[in-house]
C-alpha cells in the first residue's frame, strides 16, 4: 500500500506564502515523478507544478516565478514552495506520485488534498 501525506495549507493573505509538504510512504521502489495540482469547485484539476527524478521541473504558466517545486529523492518528498499568492491560487491543492512497484510496474497515487486559502 501506497500512500501521500500532504501538509502545509492554510489562510494567507495576498502576496504572503505558503510551503506545502508532501511525503510518500509504502512499497516503492523508486519515484518517477512527483507533483502537485490543484481544483477549485466546478473546474477540472490542474497540473501547478512537477519535478522527475532526473531533475526536469515543470509549472503551469500562471505559476511562473512564484511558486518553487523541490524534491528530495532519497526521502521520496516534495514540497511546493508558494510565494507572492494571489486570491486566485485559492484552491485544493493535491500531491500526485508516480512511482516503479517491486513488481515493476508503473503506478500512481494521490494524497487528500490541502485547502489553500488565500485571502484578505
Known amino acids: 500500500q501506497v500512500q501521500l501525506v500532504e501538509s502545509g495549507g492554510g489562510l494567507v493573505q495576498p502576496g504572503g506564502s505558503l510551503r506545502l509538504s508532501c511525503a510518500a510512504s509504502?512499497?516503492?521502489?523508486?519515484?518517477?515523478?512527483m507533483g502537485w495540482y490543484r481544483q477549485t469547485p466546478g473546474k477540472e484539476r490542474e497540473l501547478v507544478a512537477g519535478?522527475?527524478?532526473?531533475?526536469?521541473?515543470t509549472y503551469a504558466d500562471s505559476v511562473k516565478g512564484r511558486f518553487t517545486i523541490s524534491s528530495d529523492n532519497a526521502n521520496n518528498t516534495v514540497a511546493l514552495q508558494m510565494n507572492s499568492l494571489k486570491p486566485e491560487d485559492t484552491a485544493v491543492y493535491y500531491c500526485?506520485?508516480?512511482?516503479?512497484?517491486?513488481?515493476?510496474?508503473?503506478?500512481?497515487?494521490w494524497g487528500q488534498g490541502t485547502q489553500v486559502t488565500v485571502s484578505s
Open positions: 500526485k506520485a508516480i512511482y516503479l512497484t517491486y513488481s515493476g510496474y508503473i503506478s500512481s497515487v
Open positions: 519535478t522527475t527524478s532526473g531533475g526536469t521541473t
Open positions: 509504502g512499497s516503492i521502489f523508486s519515484i518517477n515523478a
